[in-house]
């Protein structure tokens, strides 16, 4: 189960579906379609790494949350949460990361035929 305050802003996005965009600005992101939402997500992802690379730790605070929040909007576009990528996180739990890597681009060469 996400942290609750996942859980709840999850919640909220959710029952902010066909709610009145002038109201609510998840309503609006969600009325501006998915391309719209993944460009918020792009914005705010770069605007956390600007923040990180001149060491300001409020900034990136700040940053990450909205990355966060534009983040589970766009999870809820195509019906998924963080529930969904918690799972997935768990899968991969005692994989490391170097050898998940090399069996990924394994693969990429069997697709290739390399
Ligand atoms: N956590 C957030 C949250 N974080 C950031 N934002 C909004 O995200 C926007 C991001 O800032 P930007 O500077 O990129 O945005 P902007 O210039 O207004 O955006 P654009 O014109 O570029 O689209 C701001 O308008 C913030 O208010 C959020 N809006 C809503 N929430 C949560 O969502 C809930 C529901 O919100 P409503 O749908 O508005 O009721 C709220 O109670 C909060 O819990």
Redesign the pocket.
Same mark, same amino acid.
């Given at each position: 189960m996400a942290d609750d305050r996942l859980a709840r802003?999850t919640a909220?996005?959710r029952a902010?579906r066909g #709610?009145d965009p002038d109201?609510?600005?998840? #309503?609006r992101l969600l009325a501006q379609g998915r391309e719209r939402i993944a460009q918020?997500v792009g914005?705010?992802a770069v605007e956390a790494v600007i923040a990180a690379t001149r060491g300001d730790a409020q900034a990136l605070k700040g940053e990450a #949350?909205?990355l966060v929040?534009?983040l589970a909007v766009l999870l809820d576009s195509l019906g998924l949460g963080f529930d969904d990528v918690l799972d997935e996180l768990e899968r991969r739990e005692g994989v490391a990361g170097l050898a998940e890597k090399a069996a990924r681009s394994g693969v990429s060469r069997a697709k290739r035929g390399d």
């Open positions: 802003l909220t996005i902010r #709610a109201t609510s600005y998840v #309503a918020k914005e705010e #949350a909205d929040f534009h």
